[in-house]
């Protein structure tokens, strides 16, 4: 089985790395797909429409250039792994979990322990709750080389 795998949130540490040289070992027939996940880049999807005076407004247009993107691969993914980090609040992250749950994409959270009270919501529309990238590469092997 091949899967579209979407990757979201949290964009401080390596854990995607990590869950695709780990599907890449175990030789699994997957293709990731991300935002963008440098922050000069994304801050700045929008500004080839004009100039702001005003960060809000620069956010403004970025983000929704940044949502044709997002948009189009958890639309188009088989699954979605979504992370939460320690550091930032990501609400971003939370948002495409909101809506993969609507549209009826399964997700799979990873985050750690700490985090649990604050994402029960979002945990519970989750097909499952990884604490660490090899617990994913776990569940990806087991969805695409099971019979």
Not at 25 to 42: G, K, P, W, Y
Not at 121 to 146: C, F, M
């Amino acid at each position: 089985m091949k899967l579209k795998v979407y990757l979201s949130g949290e964009i401080h540490s390596d854990w995607r790395t990590q869950i695709i040289e780990g599907c890449k070992r175990q030789e699994l027939n997957i293709t990731f797909s991300s935002a963008v996940t440098e922050h000069d880049a994304s801050d700045a999807a929008g500004d080839g429409l004009g100039e702001e005076s005003t960060s809000f407004w620069r956010d403004h247009k970025s983000a929704k250039v940044n949502a044709i993107r997002i948009k189009h691969a958890i639309e188009s993914c088989d699954l979605a792994i979504i992370r939460f980090g320690e550091k930032y609040k990501q609400w971003n992250a939370a948002f495409d979990a909101g809506y993969c749950a609507a549209l009826g994409k399964p997700y799979i959270t990873l985050h750690d322990e700490s985090l649990v009270h604050a994402l029960k919501e979002v945990d519970g529309s989750a097909q499952a709750w990884a604490q660490n990238p090899e617990q994913i590469v776990n569940i990806l092997k087991y969805l695409t080389t099971q019979a």
